[in-house]
């Protein structure tokens, strides 16, 4: 990013990149444009901010904004780390002995999630 934006240093573009990556984790699989508001108001923003940080427009972030973006994708993991503890204690109920692979799917989106979720902090 610094190549292309005269004057931004190597920390900022650093801290853009990170920002970029956030952002497309609590994009998911949604459009930009139904993403961009819900994000914005996630943490705090506007969407035109939040475009500009994707479109490597913005020269800085703030740490206001980092935090907000680091505490949604952490609250975006918990929640996925919740969902897939439900599904494998529904799992185990819907029968007897679930599957190997049934357990095992899960358990590994579990890890993956937490794995993602230390990433965070």
Do not use: C, F, N
Not at 10 to 15: D, F, G, I, L, P
Not at 43 to 50: F, L, V
Not at 66 to 88: G, K, N, T, Y
């Amino acid at each position: 990013m610094s190549e292309t934006l005269p004057g931004v240093t190597e920390m900022t573009a650093a801290a853009l990149t990170e920002a970029h990556s956030h952002i497309g984790r609590l994009k998911g699989t949604r459009p930009w444009k139904q993403a961009l508001p819900s994000i914005a108001r996630a943490i705090g923003s506007t969407p035109r901010r939040i475009a500009a940080i994707v479109h490597g427009e913005a020269k800085t972030i703030y740490s206001t904004e980092m935090d907000a973006l680091r505490r949604a994708v952490s609250e975006q993991i918990q929640s996925e780390i919740a969902r897939l503890e439900a599904d494998l204690a529904a799992a185990r109920l819907a029968s007897a002995h679930p599957t190997e692979a049934q357990v095992l799917a899960v358990s590994i989106a579990l890890e993956q999630a937490k794995t993602l979720l230390k990433g965070t902090k």
